[in-house]
């Protein structure tokens, strides 16, 4: 296992991968920022919807977060990775709760209405 890691983190061809990864990483941040997400316009372009702000954030912080993967590969610095693994995993668990609630605020005032 071991020498797969070495392999994989010392090799010289890393770059081509690495950048590919930051590439997807720099797509999905202008997706969160500007192109939003399920038709809804992106983080700068938002007005006063919640859900789609927080969406759109959360779309911008997993690529802003792959960009850091990618960085951390092509210096091969242990330290970044872990930092952008970690904003990357808090991000995506905060924001995800926050849908959670504004989901169940929808459904709970969708059916106070009905009442």
């Given at each position: 296992m071991n020498e797969l890691w070495l392999t994989i983190v010392d090799a010289s061809w890393r770059i081509y991968p690495a950048v590919a990864v930051a590439l997807l990483g720099v797509a999905l941040t202008a997706r969160g920022l500007w192109f939003g997400a399920a038709g809804s316009p992106g983080l700068l372009r938002q007005g006063r919807d919640a859900f789609a702000?927080?969406?759109?954030?959360?779309?911008?912080?997993?690529?802003?977060?792959?960009?850091?993967?990618?960085?951390?590969?092509?210096?091969?610095?242990?330290?970044?990775?872990?930092?952008?693994?970690?904003?990357?995993?808090?991000?995506?668990?905060?924001?995800?709760?926050?849908?959670?609630a504004l989901t169940a605020g929808r459904h709970r005032a969708k059916a106070a209405a009905n009442r």
């Open positions: 702000w927080i969406r759109g954030f959360q779309i911008a912080v997993a690529g802003l977060a792959l960009v850091g993967i990618a960085a951390a590969w092509i210096w091969r610095q242990p330290w970044l990775l872990v930092v952008a693994l970690g904003v990357l995993g808090e991000e995506l668990f905060e924001t995800s709760r926050i849908l959670t």
